[in-house]
């Protein structure tokens, strides 16, 4: 593919710039030019995934400096599924505030792009410490999006959500340079040769800084005990970026399966797996606290945003048991967990915007304009994010417990998934029953001034329950897609010959 493995990252980037400096005053021609770049984006980044799914791992080379010493883009079928997926998110986004939000605060349209330009960038690049440079892009970007629009309210969860991330930041330079002490790289590829070769003397401190490196990313998958930060940011973002913010937690799940497969996969030694202990418990816990809390949610917001940590502890679960079937089905759901939760958080802004004064509070209150059209959407939604047949959620479902059969903790992830499924089912019926049908019952219509309900957020909405549709309909295509995936990450080999040139002949097992 030459240069075009390079451009989902160029992009946005020239983009935002080119709307900052030539059309911050017209806000129209920057939602044509934010728009243009991204239905772009999807299209190129469609063309990547076709082109990964019939070729071997490419690597782009910036610079022309050659692996392990330059930058290097990488791009193979887990990079570019999931570049595709932020372009497909994006696009939905991007929509949904051309109608009103971006009007809220300046510079939306540029930060956005910046914010797509990082999560690419955090996809596609094969340098652990170019991953800390892109997490950076991506958050400084985010930071401005969350606080979009101000409110008093949204100023206290996002100085939380700076801080925490910073934090998280200072983590992710001690691991990385501990890494680097020990094995001279920082190259993904090159430090699959590399581990395995660490002297014992030397051991301590890679898995010192390896395990600080899987805490800061677990701190970017809202995973247990450091999710604590999610519920309030994402529950107090404006809705399009807490739609957006349904990718940025897959961006820690995927560090961590890209770095603890790769460089800390079965190749690696005594450091073989080393995620793996951790993360499965933490999973579990993660899963039962997110439907705890959406059981308990008074605010509409606030029980999406538990969904999404609820989801989230599903997700990493099948990533802990690390085995080619459990991969394949936990992408699967990751597909499915990103739509769901960006359909309930735009759907949820559409419910509370209507209801005036009642806004999202989870209580019961008059009708209001389009509530039957709100209460089918959110519907489908709700039934999809708490895995009822017989949409996306339902199958993920599936093919993670029947990944999970043969594990030692197949009983435990048995039983918690089904057990926290029903809760799902019970805080989101609960919380469709108090908006829509005892709401039914209730006297007057709420109207809200000055409001004209753009079509355009409902196309939006609609196309991201779309996206859950055409995963149901066309779940076994995707998950041959997805089963090939998680062959090629269990099988380094093309990897690392893709970006160093050839394997040395240090490496175990070659």
């Known amino acids: 593919m030459g240069h075009w493995i390079v451009v989902p990252i160029l992009l946005p980037a020239v983009m935002a710039a080119l709307i900052v400096l030539a059309v911050r005053h017209d806000i129209v021609l920057q939602r044509i030019f934010s728009i243009t770049a991204t239905v772009a984006l999807v ?8 082109f990964a ?14 692996a392990p010493f330059g930058i290097v883009i990488v791009l193979d079928r887990l990079s570019a599924m999931m570049i595709f997926l932020t372009s497909i998110l994006g696009l939905g986004v991007i929509l949904f505030a051309s109608s009103e939000w971006d009007k809220r605060g300046q510079h939306f349209h540029a930060l956005f792009q910046f914010q797509l330009m990082g999560v690419n960038g955090a996809f596609l690049t094969g ?37 925490i991330n910073l934090t998280g930041s200072s983590l992710f330079l001690v691991g990385v340079g501990m890494i680097y002490a020990v094995t001279g790289t920082l190259n993904m590829a090159d430090l699959a040769v590399q581990v395995p070769l660490v002297a014992a003397g030397d051991a301590a401190l890679l898995r010192a800084g390896a395990l600080i490196l899987l805490l800061v990313f677990c701190v970017k998958a809202a995973l247990v005990p450091v999710h604590f930060w999610l519920p309030g940011t994402y529950a107090n973002a404006p809705a399009p970026v807490a739609a957006l913010f349904a990718i940025m937690t897959k961006v820690g799940a995927y560090s961590i399966l890209r770095v603890y497969s790769l460089g800390f996969g079965e190749n690696a030694g005594d ?23 959406v059981l308990a949610a008074k605010r509409l917001n606030g029980l999406i945003a538990f969904s999404v940590i609820g989801s989230m502890g599903t997700l990493l679960i099948s990533i802990a048991l690390f085995t080619p079937e459990s991969i394949s089905a936990g992408l699967y759901y990751l597909l499915h967990s990103t739509f769901a939760g960006a359909a309930l958080f735009l759907i949820g802004d559409l419910v509370a915007s209507r ?19 709100l209460a089918v959407l959110f519907f489908i939604a709700a039934i999809a994010m708490a895995g009822m047949p017989p949409l996306s959620g339902f199958i993920g479902k599936l093919l993670i417990l029947d990944a999970a ?32 049908w005892k709401s039914a019952s209730v006297e007057g219509v709420i109207e809200v001034e000055g409001a004209n309900w753009p079509v355009l957020p409902i196309i939006a909405a609609c196309g991201m ?9 066309f779940a076994a295509p ?17 990897y690392i010959r893709a970006v160093l040139g050839e394997i040395p002949a240090t490496q175990p097992g070659q």
Request: glycine share 10%.
């Open 53 to 66: 799914n019939n070729n071997n791992p490419e690597m782009y080379a910036l610079g022309d400096w050659p």
């Open 271 to 293: 450091m073989a797996w080393l995620a793996q202990p951790y993360i499965l418990p933490a999973a579990i816990v993660t899963l039962a606290i997110g439907m705890i809390g």
């Open 43 to 50: 299209a190129v980044t469609l063309s990547l995934v076709i």
């Open 478 to 494: 995707i998950t041959d897609y997805l089963q090939g995936t998680a062959a090629q990450l269990f099988d380094t080999t093309d």
């Open 405 to 436: 059969r043969d594990s030692a903790f197949g009983v435990w992830i048995w039983a918690v998934i089904l057990v926290t499924s029903l809760m799902g089912i019970v805080g989101f019926g609960r919380a469709g029953s108090v908006l829509f």
């Open 127 to 163: 340098d652990v410490f170019n991953l800390f440079v892109f997490f950076e892009v991506l958050l400084i970007a985010s930071y401005g999006l969350m606080l979009h629009g101000a409110g008093a309210e949204r100023l206290k969860a996002g100085m939380q959500y700076i801080v």
């Open 355 to 373: 209801r005036g004064q009642y806004g999202d509070r989870l209580n019961t209150a008059p009708v209001f304009h389009q509530s039957g059209l």
């Open 465 to 473: 329950l779309g996206a859950l549709v055409v995963l149901t309909v």
